[in-house]
């Protein structure tokens, strides 16, 4: 029990630092425009989607129990997110050089 606990707290402890970094980049990123390189946000969304399925692809294996696939679901949706918000920045917001 305490196990899941702790899980539980890691998980929600890693998607809420995630959210509040891409936050603080994507106000960054948006007074300063100019320094962001090339078509940087296409290239993390897409590389955030395929670490996505990457992490999904373990944990539907079911090979994973307990933190490990706690772990994994949290570091899925940490992924998620932050694909999210790079294709927000590229795709609607249009930061790129």
């Known amino acids: 029990m305490n196990e899941i ?12 630092v995630t959210f509040l970094f891409w ?6 990123s948006m007074h300063n425009r100019r320094k962001i390189p090339g078509r940087l946000f296409e290239y993390l969304f897409f590389l ?3 670490f996505a399925s990457y992490y999904l692809t373990w944990s539907s294996s079911g090979i994973l129990e307990g933190m490990k696939l706690f772990s994994r679901l949290a570091l899925m949706f940490s992924c998620i997110i932050s694909a999210i ?3 927000y920045l590229y795709y609607i917001k249009k930061i790129y050089n």
């Open 85 to 87: 918000f790079t294709g």
């Open 23 to 28: 936050i603080f980049v994507g106000r960054w």
């Open 48 to 50: 955030f989607l395929f």
């Open 5 to 16: 606990k702790i899980s539980v707290i890691w998980f929600f402890l890693i998607n809420a």
